[in-house]
Antibody, heavy 121, light 110 residues
Framework: EVQLVESGGDLVQPGWSLRLSCATS????????MHWVRQAPGKGLEWVSG????????AYADSVKGRFTISRDNAKNSLYLQMNSLRPEDTALYYC??????????????WGQGTVVTVSS | QSALTQPASVSASPGQSITISCTGT?????????VSWYQHHPGKAPKLMIY???KRPSGVSNRFSGSKSGNTASLTISGLQAEDEADYYC??????????FGGGTKLTVL
């Protein structure tokens, strides 16, 4: 079965760190770029970060640049998001999403169910 | 990375057609033929409905179609059905490695 399963979401205080994981199965993970997309409560979707198949190209939204780090382990078919210096505005449901292509960015044809990150004192 | 502009809501009766617009700039929507559209039912994972402006993934109904003119992309849904009621988001490349979503449009089927 083709699926993405996120984990690692939690309730943390401002300034803390958190690492999200996305375990994948059912497709050739290292053929595709991967992304993190989030949705804050009552808000729309926001692209957070993306990484190409070989980690050769990595990009971030301005809102997380310098604080978040995306990575992948193709041997483990897994995607990660290291989130540092968390802020209340980072509170959201974080989705892992698979791209249609490997070497660039196109569209997200497979999504996980998401993991909740809450940043509050 | 400013969000693309979508109407907050649209509504129509079953069987009718609607069009949702997505306005960007000459640097994103107007430059790249990489606009995609997603259907999002609350509590579920978003679903890809249209990619590369006009292409439909396998399994998506042909009632859904996409187009673009200048800096504005559009999603048209014909023959509205109750299950089409959802939030719809457009998305476009901003450059070769970054993306931006629209603010989302809530579709109500009356």
């Amino acid at each position: 079965e083709v699926q993405l399963v996120e984990s690692g979401g939690d309730l943390v205080q401002p300034g803390w760190s958190l690492r999200l994981s996305c375990a994948t199965s059912g497709f050739t993970f290292d053929d595709y770029a991967m992304h993190w997309v989030r949705q804050a409560p009552g808000k729309g979707l926001e692209w957070v970060s993306g990484i190409t198949w070989n980690s050769g190209s990595i990009a971030y939204a301005d809102s997380v640049k310098g604080r978040f780090t995306i990575s992948r382990d193709n041997a483990k078919n897994s995607l990660y998001l290291q989130m540092n210096s968390l802020r209340p505005e980072d509170t959201a449901l974080y989705y892992c999403a698979k791209d249609l292509v490997g070497a660039g960015i196109d569209a997200f044809d497979l999504w996980g169910q998401g993991t909740v990150v809450t940043v509050s004192s | 990375q400013s969000a693309l502009t979508q109407p907050a809501s649209v509504s129509a009766s079953p069987g009718q057609s609607i069009t949702i617009s997505c306005t960007g700039t000459s640097s994103d929507v107007g430059y790249y033929n990489l606009v995609s559209w997603y259907q999002h039912h609350p509590g579920k994972a978003p679903k890809l409905m249209i990619y590369e402006v006009t292409k439909r993934p396998s399994g998506v109904s042909n009632r859904f179609s996409g187009s673009k003119s200048g800096n504005t992309a559009s999603l048209t849904i014909s023959g509205l059905q109750a299950e089409d009621e959802a939030d719809y988001y457009c998305c476009s490349n901003v450059d070769s490695s970054t993306l931006v979503f629209g603010g989302g449009t809530k579709l109500t089927v009356l």
